[in-house]
């Protein structure tokens, strides 16, 4: 079974990243997409919040996307996007698509969210053309240990109110460990001020498929 619901999360998500776009992730989306080309898998794409900002030398989009909700919410921003957008059902740990038939595999704050983010990796590499690229945006375990400790303290709830989301969740440490080299990354905090966030430590970075 392909579908995960996360019907409460599905309705409030949009207006969260709405909220989020206004205090700056529309920047950071369109740098992780800057320079993409050819053909392009988007893994858990949400509501399609990334599509805008695909480039025009990128020929294809094929977006995945397991919750229901957010899928059908997907096509619609597929049918206004700049360049051609599918969305089809799908899980990034077992993809169901060719192996290395990709150029460019985008993951934007959805490798928190996979039951299992090693084989998530794994899986996206096999997809993946030899030199091909991973793009990722993502929030990640914090770098003090005062921060790991609220971290965790979260993880006791955030999965239960944002669709599976783990806080103290390492990726930027799993994405070596399954065959990529790192070629661009940088660390920051989102959002830079406010109430303290267990979710504020973010990467976003390059890694190419050895
Ligand atoms: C926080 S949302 C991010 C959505 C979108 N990538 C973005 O940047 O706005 C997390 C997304 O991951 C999806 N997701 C959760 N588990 C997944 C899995 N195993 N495979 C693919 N996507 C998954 C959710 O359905 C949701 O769309």
Redesign the pocket.
Known sequence: MTD?R?PIF?RL?PRI?AASAKAGSDAH?AELLAGASGRVL??????G??FPHYPPEVTEVVA????PR?RRAAMAAAARAPVPVSVRP????DLGLDTASFDVVV????L????DPLR?LAEIRRVLKPGGELRY?EHVRGSSPRKVRFQRYADLVWPFL????RVARPTDAFIPRVGFTVRDERRFEFPGSGPPNPASPHVLGVAVRD
Do not use: F, K
């Open positions: 995960l996360h599905a998500y990243a989306r988007e893994v858990g794409a949400g509501h919040a990334n995945v996307e397991p919750e957010l799908g899980r990034a740990e993951a934007s704050l959805v928190c969210s996979v039951r998530a945006y944002s669709g599976g989301c």
